[in-house]
């Protein structure tokens, strides 16, 4: 008897707790426009304020015309793609939701072996000239795909 007496407060506490969780996602989800990022506009980047100018210099870059945001910052397909941006997605907005985050903006470590790969990817055959040598295409060719001033 005593345990059904506290497990009906406990189950609505519960409820409630879950029911605010799963709002409070949904309405940011919607406020931040997380369905743009599902997508593959370059323009969804740069709904934060911070992006903005990534996405200028973007535009100016030499991979404009051939390459947008996931094909240098995402793998190429498959479940690795989608847990990458999903990843990215939460530390994103986190960062940017509770301003937690330096400036400039600097590529992470996990991110910049994603980045080498898709370099190492769409130049393979320039890779492949190269040897096995254990070259960095981001350290040398930083400014390739948007150089913001610093």
Known sequence: MCAV???LPL???ASLALGATIGLGAFTFVYARG??????DPA???NCHVMREHYAAWRKSSHHAV????DCHAPPAGPRKYWVKAVNGFLH???FTTGDFVEPLR???RNRRVTEAQCRRCHQDVVHMMGTAPVSCVRCHDAVGHRVRE
């Not at 369905?35 to 593959?40: A, E, I, K, M």
């Not at 390459?67 to 996931?70: D, E, F, R, T």
């Open 5 to 7: 007496r506290f497990a």
């Open 11 to 13: 189950a609505i506490i």
């Open 35 to 40: 369905g743009s990022y599902l997508g593959n």
């Open 44 to 46: 969804s980047c740069a």
């Open 67 to 70: 390459a947008a945001c996931n």
């Open 93 to 95: 907005s986190y960062a």
């Open 107 to 109: 590529i992470t470590e």
